[in-house]
């Protein structure tokens, strides 16, 4: 819906290294131009609009009732969760429901830093982008944090982008 920037402007095909997070836009690569990775290394990743059809249109009101849904199914599904059960990883590759929910409440540090550099008139340059999304939470040690106390700072980090949004004009 922007008449600046056409669909066909937008990658339609998104792909990641596993081996050290790079996002490679259009054709799977031949190679990673960070680490060297070889094609098969690489995962596909759909951009995450492709399946509305109200590419860009949310308003902020409409991102905060989707926000705070997620906030309370999320949090009410630790409730009667053991710590052993909330820090158990289904296989070696996998995140265990703790390092999901400290990606998320990283996620939403980033996206909220995101937003305040967007706002700031005296910003430049492109979007701040530390690492991949994915690997935002890992080394910080969450997964060894109680659960309670990891639900806690969720809904604190949630509430503070919450915050943000309801600040801003439609």
């Known amino acids: 819906g922007n008449p600046d920037i056409l669909e066909t402007h937008v990658a339609q095909s998104l792909w990641g290294c596993r081996i050290c997070g790079f996002i490679a836009e259009g054709d799977q690569p031949d190679s990673c131009q960070v680490c060297g990775a070889l094609a098969p290394e690489f995962e596909w990743f759909g951009p995450f609009f492709g399946g509305t059809a109200r590419i860009g249109t949310l308003l902020p009101r409409e991102t905060v009732n989707i926000l705070e849904s997620i906030q309370a199914g999320v949090t009410d599904a630790f409730d009667g969760v053991s710590e052993a059960d909330a820090g158990r990883k289904p296989s070696a590759a996998e995140w265990s429901a703790k390092e999901t929910l400290a990606h998320m409440l990283e996620t939403d540090r980033l996206f909220a830093a995101r ?52 600040g801003l004009a439609d």
């Open 115 to 166: 937003v305040r550099f967007i706002l700031d008139p005296s910003q430049s340059g492109p979007i701040p982008r530390p690492m991949p999304p994915w690997k935002l939470h890992e080394g910080k040690g969450y997964e060894s944090w109680p659960t309670a106390e990891l639900t806690r700072l969720y809904r604190e980090v949630r509430a503070e982008t919450l915050t943000l949004i309801r």
